[in-house]
T-cell receptor, first 109, second 113 residues
Framework: SQKIEQNSEALNIQEGKTATLTCNYTNYSPAYLQWYRQDPGRGPVFLLLIRENEKEKRKERLKVTFDTTLKQSLFHITASQPADSATYLCARGDDKIIFGKGTRLHILP | NAGVTQTPKFQVLKTGQSMTLQCAQDMNHEYMSWYRQDPGMGLRLIHYSVGAGITDQGEVPNGYNVSRSTTEDFPLRLLSAAPSQTSVYFC????????????FGSGTRLTVV
């Protein structure tokens, strides 16, 4: 079956360091991947979309990579802050969007 | 511009009852989807629509019906509620899912007793 997996359920990172989250996909070659942020009790908020022909995309302190050989996307938050603490979701898509289970990121002051 | 509006925010149903979760968007988005979110399971796609009059099943469609008679509205119907349908339900919409992400509503927390 086509799977999208986020390997870490939770990740603790010291404030100021770079947080790196991983998303892997199997049995499928998505045309694009999306990353979302979700805070407790709220709906997800779209952050970035990267297409299969794009190696890297940036938005302020966020960077996403897409490696079709490794079947993997990495999501980086540089100069992390406690306010970055949230659950981050990876999603694969074509005509429908399927989400991974998410990684809870804790930025420790 | 209200975005994606979901009603109600909270609902308690008895087993066997039916109800409709409402979702409306005012952004002229073609793509709309319904997800449920359960602890440890992440967001799972129930049904989705790529435009008015077009719907398709997602990962967990059993027990749910949808229709898309207008671009703006995408209601989700629970035919005969079961305790396993206790969840938080999110509706989402997008102008173009290959170029933009989804805009999510604030969710409906449903409890079936």
């Amino acid at each position: 079956s086509q799977k999208i997996e986020q390997n870490s359920e939770a990740l603790n990172i010291q404030e100021g360091k770079t947080a790196t989250l991983t998303c892997n996909y199997t049995n499928y070659s998505p045309a694009y991947l999306q990353w979302y942020r979700q805070d407790p009790g709220r709906g997800p908020v779209f952050l970035l979309l990267i297409r299969e022909n794009e190696k890297e995309k940036r938005k302020e302190r966020l960077k996403v990579t897409f490696d079709t050989t490794l079947k993997q996307s990495l999501f980086h938050i540089t100069a992390s802050q406690p306010a970055d603490s949230a659950t981050y979701l990876c999603a694969r898509g074509d005509d429908k969007i399927i989400f991974g289970k998410g990684t809870r990121l804790h930025i420790l002051p | 511009n209200a975005g994606v509006t979901q009603t109600p925010k909270f609902q308690v149903l008895k087993t066997g009852q039916s109800m409709t979760l409402q979702c409306a968007q005012d952004m002229n988005h073609e793509y709309m989807s319904w997800y449920r979110q359960d602890p440890g399971m992440g967001l799972r796609l129930i049904h989705y629509s790529v435009g008015a009059g077009i719907t398709d099943q997602g990962e967990v469609p059993n027990g749910y019906n949808v229709s898309r008679s207008t671009t703006e509205d995408f209601p989700l119907r629970l035919l005969s509620a079961a305790p396993s349908q206790t969840s938080v339900y999110f509706c989402a919409s997008s102008y173009s899912i290959g170029h933009n992400g989804y805009t999510f509503g604030s969710g409906t927390r449903l409890t079936v007793v």
